[in-house]
């Protein structure tokens, strides 16, 4: 499900890690260079088989532009599946350890399918996924799931860099809920 099984999806097609490359890449959506360097994997060879360059034709939020594509140029080798699979475990295994420090911090325990939604809200918009923790400060206590948490979740006040994308919050919500569909 993760990125529609595409080993060529990209984040922003507009945003370039330090080496050139897409900041997001990958079945998972894997950071540049932070994912990529702790899994001992180039950025190079995630993009081996892609369209490369960052001048290509795009459609990004209704607009054509020009920046990294996301269409598989070949067939992937089996070592290179192998690639993407290592990459997406280490990725999510980052996801979860960073969830469950903020679950902790907020005094929350959850079912499994509202934990894993956490998770991919975790990878999608690290700062949302902190209101766990300013929720519950907000109630006195920890929401007591997911569906709680979502309820508060759009009242409280995040750091900067989460209130930029304030008109899409409810947006990152919704793609965890249906990540955790899953489950």
């Not at 997001?24 to 932070?34: I, R, V």
Request: charged share 25%; with cysteine; aromatic share 6%.
């Amino acid at each position: 499900m993760e990125s529609g099984g595409n080993p060529c999806a990209i984040g922003n097609p507009l945003e370039a890690g330090p080496d050139g490359y897409p900041r997001e890449m990958g079945l998972a959506q894997s950071y540049n260079p932070d994912d990529m360097t702790a899994a001992g994997v180039s950025s190079a060879a995630v993009r081996a088989y892609c369209m490369p360059g960052r001048d290509n034709p795009i459609v990004y939020k209704g607009r054509e532009l020009r920046g990294f594509s996301d269409r598989l140029t070949r067939e992937l080798t089996a070592d290179e599946l192998a690639q993407q699979a290592e990459l997406a475990a280490h990725t999510i295994g980052k996801a979860m350890d960073a969830a469950a420090l903020k679950m902790r911090a907020a005094g929350a325990s959850w079912p499994e399918r509202d934990w894993w939604t956490m998770v991919k809200l975790q990878h999608n918009l690290p700062g949302l996924a902190r209101g766990v923790v300013l929720v519950a400060r907000a109630l006195g206590r920890a929401p007591a799931s997911w569906g709680e948490f979502r309820e508060h979740a759009l009242a409280v006040t995040y750091d900067p860099e989460t209130e930029a994308h304030r008109a899409e919050l409810a947006h990152y919500l919704d793609i965890a809920e249906h990540a955790a569909e899953v489950v």
